[in-house]
C-alpha cells in the first residue's frame, strides 16, 4: 500500500462515508517535521464541523502503526509523519522489484503525438534549435516511459516562399560542382545570394523567383524533383545531428504534407461561420478572448501558418487518433498557439493540443542573432562540446566515445536543468562543470557507484534485504521513493526540469549519505543492505539520465 492509501484509510476509519477527494501526503518541508506531511485534515474538519485539531487527532490514532514511528497534530491541524525504518525498507524492496524503477503505466493503451525540432528545410540547424529538440526529446521520453504510444513529428518547414527563391538560386547562383554535389550549406549560400537579388530595385530576379514559385506549387515535374531533393538532403542533413543528440523521430510530415488539405479547411471554416472575408483576405475573428484577428486565407488567395497547422490537426486526428498533440516551439509563437487552439475548440476538436512555449537561449551572455554573427551552427556546437569533453576524460585515459557521450549529455542537462518557460544561457564552464547542477556531474555520480558495485565483487541479486537505519540512509532512500512521482509530475508539467531538479537532490542526498556512512567497510548484513540501496539509487539516476536523454556510461 502506498502512503496516500495508508492515509486515506485512516481518513475512512475516522470519518465513514465523508469522502476526501484530492487527499495528499507530500514530503514535509523540513525533515524536524517528520517525513511526510498531510493537510487534509482541515478540509474535513469543515465538512463535518469538527475543530481541525481534533479531525486531525481522530485521523492520527486511525493511522497504521506499523508504519509510522510519530505521527504528530502540528498548527492548526497538520498533521505530521515519521515513518518507520522497517516500512521504507519494505517500499524499496517493491521498488528494486517494479519494472522501469516503478514508473506507471498511466499511458498504456492513450497515443500522444509530439511535434517537436520542425526546423525549417534548406537551412542548417543552428544553436537555436538545441531547445526544440532537446525538450521535446525528452518530453517524448518521458511520455513514453510511462506507457504511453508516442509518435514523435517533425513539422518541417518545407513549403513556402522560399523555394522560389531557392530554386531560382540553385539554377543562377551555383555552379555545375556545386549543383552535382549538393549539400545544406550550398543551399543556405544559394538562397542567401537568391534573396538579396530579390530586393534588387528592377524586380526582375524577384518575378523570376515568384514564378518559379508557381511553377512548383502547379507540379511542374522538374521544379518538384528539385524541391524533393532540397527535402531529401535537408532530412538527411538534420539527421547526421540528430544522430549525435540521440534523437529519432517516427515521421516527418512537413507543412506541404497539409498543403493539399488547406482549401478543404478554409471551406469548413467559411461553412461554420467562423471565417470571414477582411479586407479580400479570409479571417477568424478571436477578438472575444483577447487574441485578434487570425488570417486563414492571404488577401493573394495563398494559406498561412494558421492554416497549415489547422488541417494538420485534423490529419493527425483522421490518422493517428489520438489524445492530445504536444507542440514544443519557441514563446514567440504563443499567439499562433493560442490562436488556432481557439479555432479548432470551435470547430469541435476534441483531441487536448498543448504547446510547451519555451525562452531564448543566449550564448555566453550575448544574445544569437544572424546580425551579431554569432549564429553557431549545431553541428559546430556539439562538436566543440566533445572537443571540450574530451580535454577533460583523455588525462584519465577517457575515450572518444566517452568524450561524445559527456560533452553532449553536458549540452543537453544545460538546457534540461531549466524550466522551458524561462530563458536561457548557454555558458561552457556551467554546462561542463564536474560540480554543481550539471550532467558531467550527474553521469560521474553514476559512474561512481558502477564503479563502487564493481568492487563490492556484485551484490546479491535479491530485491529483499534494505535496512533503514541512520538519517542519512533514511533521507536518501525516502527520495528514491520519489522517483515515479516526479516522472508523473515532469509529464504533469511538460517540464523536463522537475525531472532534473529530482535527479540533482538525489545525488546530492547520496553524496551525503556516501561520506557519512561507511559502505563497504561496514559488516554484514549493513554491508549488502547499503549496497543495494547505492544499486538502486544508480538504477535510478541511470533511468533519469535516460529519460532526459542523456547517456549513463559506467566508467569515467
Ligand atoms: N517550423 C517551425 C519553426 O521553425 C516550427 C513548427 C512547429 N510545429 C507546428 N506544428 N507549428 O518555427
Not at 518547414?157 to 560542382?177: A, N, P, V
Request: net charge neutral; charged share 25%.
Amino acid at each position: 500500500m502506498t502512503l496516500d492509501d495508508i492515509v486515506k484509510a485512516a481518513f475512512a476509519a475516522a470519518f465513514p462515508g465523508v469522502e476526501t477527494p484530492g487527499l495528499r501526503v507530500v514530503p514535509a518541508t523540513d525533515p524536524k517535521f517528520g517525513d511526510y506531511q498531510c493537510n487534509d485534515a482541515l478540509k474535513i474538519a469543515k465538512k463535518v464541523g469538527m475543530k481541525p485539531r481534533d479531525a486531525a487527532q481522530k485521523v492520527a490514532d486511525a493511522l497504521d502503526k506499523a508504519c509510522f514511528e510519530k505521527v504528530e497534530v502540528a498548527g492548526p491541524g497538520f498533521l505530521n509523519l515519521t515513518v518507520r525504518g522497517d516500512w521504507i525498507a519494505q517500499r524499496l524492496s517493491e521498488l528494486a522489484k517494479a519494472d522501469k524503477c516503478g514508473i506507471p503505466q498511466s499511458g498504456k493503451g492513450k497515443r500522444v503525438v509530439i511535434d517537436y525540432s520542425s526546423p525549417n528545410a534548406a537551412k542548417q540547424m543552428h544553436i537555436g534549435h538545441i531547445r526544440s529538440t532537446v525538450i521535446g526529446c525528452s518530453i517524448d521520453r518521458i511520455f513514453r516511459s510511462l506507457g504511453y504510444d508516442v509518435i514523435a513529428d517533425n513539422h518541417l518547414g518545407d513549403w513556402g516562399t522560399q523555394f522560389g527563391i531557392l530554386i531560382k538560386g540553385y539554377r543562377e547562383c551555383l555552379t555545375d560542382e556545386e549543383r552535382a554535389n549538393l549539400t545544406v550549406a550550398n543551399l543556405e549560400k544559394c538562397y542567401v545570394l537568391s534573396a538579396a537579388k530579390a530586393k534588387e530595385e528592377d524586380g526582375v530576379w524577384k518575378d523570376a523567383c515568384r514564378a518559379e514559385l508557381v511553377k512548383l506549387q502547379q507540379g511542374d515535374k522538374e521544379n518538384l524533383a528539385l524541391w524533393k531533393r532540397f527535402i531529401e538532403i535537408s532530412i538527411g542533413e538534420f539527421e547526421r545531428m540528430y544522430a549525435k543528440l540521440g534523437v529519432k523521430f517516427d515521421t516527418y510530415r512537413g507543412e506541404s504534407f497539409y498543403n493539399p488539405l488547406m482549401p478543404g479547411v478554409v471551406e469548413k471554416l467559411v461553412k461554420a461561420g467562423l471565417a470571414v472575408e477582411s479586407e479580400g483576405a479570409l479571417v477568424v475573428n478571436l477578438e472575444n478572448e483577447n487574441l485578434g484577428v487570425a488570417i486563414v486565407r492571404k488577401s493573394d488567395g495563398g494559406y498561412n501558418y494558421t492554416t497549415s497547422d489547422l488541417a494538420c490537426v485534423e490529419k493527425r486526428v483522421e490518422d493517428y487518433d489520438p489524445e492530445r498533440i504536444i507542440y514544443v516551439t519557441d514563446d514567440r509563437q504563443k499567439l499562433h498557439f493560442a490562436q488556432f487552439f481557439s479555432i479548432c475548440a470551435k470547430l469541435g476538436q476534441k483531441v487536448k493540443l498543448v504547446h510547451v512555449p519555451f525562452g531564448l537561449m543566449s550564448y555566453q551572455g550575448k544574445a544569437i542573432s544572424t546580425r551579431e554573427g554569432n549564429l553557431i551552427r549545431l553541428d559546430d556546437l556539439l562538436s566543440e562540446a566533445v572537443r571540450r569533453a574530451y580535454d577533460i576524460v583523455k588525462e584519465r585515459g577517457g575515450s572518444e566515445e566517452l568524450a561524445a557521450q559527456i560533452g553532449i549529455g553536458a549540452v543537453k542537462y544545460a538546457d534540461l536543468s531549466h524550466d522551458p518557460a524561462t530563458a536561457i544561457d548557454f555558458n561552457w564552464d556551467k554546462a561542463l562543470a564536474l560540480e554543481g547542477n550539471s550532467g558531467p556531474y550527474l553521469q560521474y555520480a553514476h559512474a561512481r557507484v558502477c564503479s563502487l558495485l564493481a568492487k563490492a565483487g556484485g551484490v546479491d541479486a535479491a530485491p529483499e534485504g534494505f535496512i533503514i537505519a541512520t538519517e542519512p540512509e533514511k533521507r536518501l532512500a525516502l527520495q528514491l521513493l520519489e522517483f515515479p512521482g516526479a516522472v508523473v509530475r515532469a509529464a504533469e508539467a511538460y517540464k523536463p526540469s522537475v525531472l532534473a531538479e529530482y535527479l540533482f537532490q538525489t545525488a546530492q542526498l547520496y553524496s551525503s549519505f556516501y561520506q557519512n556512512t561507511p559502505v563497504l567497510k561496514s559488516e554484514e548484513p549493513v554491508r549488502t543492505a547499503r549496497l543495494k540501496l547505492c544499486r538502486l539509487f544508480g538504477e535510478i539516476v541511470k533511468m533519469a539520465l535516460s529519460l532526459l536523454g542523456i547517456e549513463a556510461p559506467e566508467h569515467i
